[in-house]
């Protein structure tokens, strides 16, 4: 079956733009997280979301970011006034609930800030 | 959320059993031992998780310490695809806080 789809795969913006980065989790999947990769480095968690409940935004690193979920579909990542810290791999990933079930990686976004 | 430990990198000849080890000398009675690893170039790919007994899957194999204080990952027979970063998480809640990893190296 399809997996978790991210849109776009790349993403060249200049310094100061807004951009959004799309995220379609497999259908079914009630929890969705947002992680974000830098260069050479691991995984950061973002945000996620299970169900109707409240996300979880402690990993949002400031509040040029949010995001957004209609239901149990698709999500949204805003990144406002984009600075160049911001360049990373931008990852998603959805899972049945939020306990112990395994989460399935999209192959990310990258967004590269001039 | 607790922390582990896992060497920065590990070598292994190809169609030999790697074990991949872990510590977690802090981790909670609720904390799932999670392995997850990353391809070049893709997102992370679920391997297996436990709790308290050893874990078999099509993948790997996970071995888990009596006093879970320590954990190892076994892939029984590398292959060349199977050159990633091996990550081991604790988990009690949704998200997965990710620590460096190990790079394995498979040999031909």
Known sequence: GAGVSQSPSNKVTEKGKDVELRCDPISGHTALYWYRQRLGQGLEFLIYFQGNSAPDKSGLPSDRFSAERTGESVSTLTIQRTQQEDSAVYLCASSLSSGNQPQHFGDGTRLSIL | ?108
Request: include cysteine.
């Open chain 2, 1 to 108: 959320d607790a922390k582990t430990t896992q060497p920065n990198s590990m070598e292994s000849n190809e169609e030999e059993p790697v074990h991949l080890p872990c510590n977690h000398s802090t981790i909670s009675g609720t904390d799932y031992i999670h392995w997850y690893r990353q391809l070049p170039s893709q997102g992370p790919e679920y391997v297996i998780h436990g709790l308290t007994s050893n874990v078999n899957n099509r993948m790997a194999s996970l071995a888990i310490a009596e006093d879970r204080k320590s954990s190892t990952l076994i892939l029984h027979r590398a292959t060349l695809r199977d050159a990633a970063v091996y990550y081991c998480i604790l988990r009690n809640t949704g998200k997965l806080i990710f620590g460096q990893g190990t790079t394995l190296q498979v040999k031909p």
